[in-house]
Each structure stands twice: as structure tokens, then as C-alpha cells.
């Protein structure tokens, strides 16, 4: 009933002037409305059309297309282009990579091939193990260690959790998290997990809510964006993590298409500055990450202090025959 719900207001919005108008609108005439005790702003268009925002946000919010793009990666053959430096402080390169690599989907299985690759600096170990942990989880989303079997794209019952794990393993599912779910809050990460969950009442002080319709990339898509109130104390400032996300979706399947979000902290235990940017290609029915660029400075208790830029520039996909 949802998706056919969704599908109706897609054609409606696409065979009507409501896109124009909207596309075309004055922000002077925004709503802003409470929804869920947050303050949204909203298109005066969407009110006057009596849209449906209350069901859109909350699709919104609950979104797992974002995360199923990367295990679709998990079912494909394809190509990528890895370039990742690792810093100074000075912004020096002081280790780096640099490869092409081709995913193989056979029978099931997947393996991938080094077709070209270049390192300098200590980006491994005496033991040919990564010596940062920004490549390892480069790795992790990207690069296939020798063959693996019986994965499907399914996201229905594979959430994150830290249950059960405990040093190097918990912190690679904090940082998926991170990845996966931004907004949402992370346990384990004393001092920040909780704030960086941007839908409960701490939050609501602390950020503007938008929703939007604009093009991207010459589609037209509702933009999500989520932004610190420029009014807020001092005090309150020391509470945000989240500077901006803003996330684009299909209007008729509401897929993420793109989103790009920047974070920053500093506490006695962490503190980081990272921004992240993706870009969604579709391939059939499937939507599938076809540029990620990342660009991070951050340390931890646990862990030496890591400035890296990487970007993963993905291509040629193809179905398992």
C-alpha cells in the first residue's frame, strides 16, 4: 500500500505543474510545521497541495537504500579505481595507494584481481597488513580477500551491531555504522555516540530540518538536509557533531541518489573532522555507489591519529551471467 502510495504521488508531482512550481518556488513563503516534535521546513507548495510529508518523512528517516547499494556489490562484476593518502600533519602524502581492481562474480563466488597497483610510503606493515585504519575499512566496503561465497544483497535483518564484539571488531562495526546510518546513534563511543542520533529531542534543539524538491544531476529529487540552527548558544554548539547532511532522493522510488554529510568533534577520548560525498549510478534494477570521496582527520584513544583522502571511482558493472 506504501509503495503504491509513493507511485501515485510520484505521477502526480511528474504529470502535473506541482515540480515546477516547487522548483521554481520562493523561500520567503516556506512552512515550517512540528512533525514527530521536530520543526520542519517545508515548501509552501507542499502545503498548499496538501502533500503527504508526514509519510515521506518517515520513509526518509527509515531509509535502507542507501546501505543495499553497497551490498549490491556483493552480487556484481565490476571495476574501481582506488586512490587513497594517508597525511601529515602538514598535508603531506606520507603513505599511499593507488590500484585498479576488477570484481569477479562467478558460480556465487566473488573474487577480484589486481589489474595495476602503486604504494608508497608504510601504507603496510613488515607483515603486508594495512598500518592504518582507514584503508582497513576502505577495504572492508571495497576489496574481496580471496573467495567469497553465498552472499546475497539482502538488508531486511542485517543491522549493525557492537553485541558480542570488542576492540578492533567493535570499533570497525561503530565506524559501518557511522558509514551506513548517519543521524542515528551509535552506543559504545562515550561522550558522542548519543549525539550524533539527529531524530530525538536533543537534537530537535539543536538543527534545522528541510525538505525539499530540486534537480540533481537533471533529475528531479526531494532533497533531505539537516543543518545547526545559527541561533543556538554557545553552550549548545559544544553538543553538535553533524555541520550538514543532505541527502537526494528519487522522487518515484525514493532511493538515495546521492547524499553528502560532514561531521567534526573534540572531546579529551576523540575528536574527528570528516566529510563524505556519494554518488549512486543504477545498473538494471539495482542502485549501486558509483563515486565516494572521503576526506576524514580523526583519533581516538585506541588508535594513532589518522588525516587521509581517499575516492573510489566504480564502473563497468555487470550482472552474474
Not at 512540528?34 to 521546513?41: A, C, D, G, Q, Y
Not at 585504519?133 to 538488508?155: H, Q, W
Not at 567493535?170 to 565506524?175: G, I, N, S, T
Request: aromatic letters at 12%; glycine letters at 4%.
Amino acid at each position: 500500500m506504501r509503495k503504491i502510495f509513493f507511485i501515485s504521488i510520484a505521477l502526480f508531482i511528474s504529470s502535473s505543474s506541482f515540480a515546477q512550481d516547487t522548483l521554481g518556488y520562493n523561500k520567503k513563503n516556506d512552512t515550517t510545521l512540528l512533525l514527530e516534535n521536530k520543526r520542519v521546513t517545508l515548501p509552501e507548495v507542499f502545503v498548499r497541495n496538501n502533500f503527504d510529508f508526514k509519510t515521506l518523512l518517515k520513509q526518509i528517516k527509515e531509509d535502507t537504500t542507501f546501505y543495499k547499494a553497497f551490498r549490491n556489490l556483493h552480487i556484481l562484476n565490476f571495476t574501481s579505481y582506488n586512490d587513497i593518502k594517508m597525511l601529515d600533519k602538514h598535508d603531506n602524502i606520507k603513505a599511499s595507494l593507488f590500484s585498479k581492481t576488477k570484481q569477479h562474480r562467478i558460480n556465487g563466488c566473488r573474487t577480484m584481481e589486481v589489474l595495476e597497483e602503486k604504494i608508497t610510503g608504510d601504507f603496510y606493515d613488515s607483515k603486508d597488513r594495512y598500518n592504518y585504519r582507514t584503508p582497513e575499512l576502505y577495504a572492508s566496503l571495497f576489496f574481496t580477500k580471496g573467495t567469497v561465497c553465498g552472499e546475497n544483497n539482502i538488508v531486511k535483518g542485517k543491522g549493525f551491531s557492537t553485541s558480542g564484539k570488542n576492540g578492533l571488531d567493535a570499533h570497525k562495526e561503530q565506524l559501518k555504522m557511522l558509514f551506513f546510518n548517519p543521524g542515528k546513534k551509535i552506543p559504545g563511543i562515550p561522550f558522542i555516540g548519543d549525539k550524533l542520533d539527529l531524530y530525538d529531542e536533543r537534537a530537535i534543539k539543536l538543527y534545522d530540518y528541510r525538505l525539499d524538491v530540486e534537480e540533481h544531476n537533471g533529475q528531479n529529487c526531494y532533497v533531505f538536509s539537516i543543518t545547526p540552527k545559527e541561533d543556538i548558544s554557545q553552550s549548545k554548539k559544544n553538543s553538535v557533531v553533524v555541520d550538514e547532511m543532505i541527502t537526494w532522493f528519487d522522487i518515484k522510488t525514493l532511493e538515495v541518489l546521492a547524499r553528502k554529510y560532514s561531521l567534526s568533534y573534540k572531546a579529551g577520548l576523540y575528536d574527528f573532522d570528516v566529510s563524505m560525498d556519494v554518488e549512486m549510478a543504477r545498473i538494471g534494477n539495482l542502485l549501486v555507489p558509483k563515486i565516494l570521496r572521503y576526506k576524514g582527520n580523526w583519533s581516538a584513544i585506541i588508535t594513532k591519529r589518522e588525516k587521509a583522502v581517499f575516492t573510489a571511482t566504480i564502473f563497468d558493472f555487470k550482472k552474474e551471467e
